[in-house]
């Protein structure tokens, strides 16, 4: 009887068991890493092409950003810093304190009588953003803290400054210059010390100097208060009015600066300059009226007139 071939038996059963599971693990390993490299891809595409897709907050912040520079900034100001055509929104105090809901009912319905248009296209949400974003600008709506000495500051206008004698305050001073018992109310230590140092910058048509020479040599120098082709009527320094006819004027020149002085950057020192403003400031913020409250708002019936 022929034996069998036991080296074919056990070649057989040896090398069967042993390349099979290699061949196996091989094939697991190659799906693997295509796998992993195609989660890897995909994962790298999709966050370039949408980095803040899964973080509401950032995008709610670019969302603010975008807009305001898009419908706000082209009158405020990309910083919120304000410009002629727009105030400053930033620094001001008045705006600074007011709550998120009521800076929300103002971009959403405008303000009547002024530039300030009605932005309810935009929807609450995305102006809700834009809020955040103004608070932003202001350092997270923080009201800053007063860098001068107001006490300081009064003496000087009333003072060193001379600033009262064309200024008042709650009734005091000079008349030839705008009363200033609310204006820091409105602006900031910032501003105010800018207008201090240049009150050129931006003048007024009606605040420039005008210097009045009558036929007879004398010379007046004040602000027109009217004027057409035939008459002035011209505001001294001492607050008085004096009305000429032209015909009795050798020459009227309209200079394109202030009355007021310009040198008060070499005049008084920086801590003086500080002082002022931050007296106007802390009076302002007194005298200024407080906003009325959604409950306080006047209500009339749709197509009656408001008394």
């Given at each position: ?70 419908s ?50 935009l ?7 834009v ?23 009064k ?12 200024h ?14 609310g ?61 000429f ?26 801590q ?36």
């Open positions: 009887m022929k034996r069998p071939n036991s080296n074919m038996h056990f070649r057989v059963r040896t090398t069967a068991p042993a390349t099979r599971p290699a061949n196996r693990l091989i094939g697991f390993a190659n799906v693997f890493r295509l796998t992993a490299a195609t989660v890897c891809a995909a994962a790298f595409l999709t966050g370039q092409e949408n980095p803040v897709s899964n973080n509401s907050s950032d995008a709610a912040q670019i969302e603010g950003r975008q807009t305001f520079a898009a706000c900034a082209s009158c405020h100001g990309l910083d919120g810093r304000g410009s002629e055509r727009a105030p400053d929104i930033a620094d001001r105090p008045d705006v600074r304190e007011l709550s998120d809901a009521e800076l929300l009912r103002i971009i959403l319905e405008g303000v009547a009588g002024t530039g300030m248009p009605a932005f309810r296209t929807g609450k949400p995305t102006i809700q953003a809020v955040r974003h103004l608070r932003s600008l202001q350092g997270q709506g923080a009201i800053p803290a007063i860098s001068g000495s107001p006490e300081a500051g003496a000087l206008f009333f003072g060193k400054g001379a600033c009262s004698d064309c008042s305050v709650n009734g005091v001073g000079g008349y030839i210059g705008s009363d200033l018992s204006y820091g109310g409105t602006q900031s230590v910032r501003q105010i010390r800018e207008v201090l140092t240049n009150p050129n910058k931006n003048l007024d048509q009606r605040s420039k100097t005008v210097v009045a020479t009558t036929v007879d040599g004398r010379t007046f120098t004040g602000i027109a208060r009217n004027e057409d082709n035939f008459s002035l009527q011209l505001q001294t320094i001492d607050g008085a009015f004096h009305f006819e032209k015909s009795n004027l050798q020459r009227v020149e309209h200079q394109p600066e202030s009355l007021m002085p310009s040198d008060y950057s070499s005049r008084l020192q920086p003086e300059l500080n002082d002022i403003a931050s007296y106007l400031v802390s009076l302002g913020r007194r005298t200024r009226p407080r906003l009325q409250t959604e409950k306080e708002r006047p209500k009339h019936r749709v197509g009656h007139a408001p008394n």
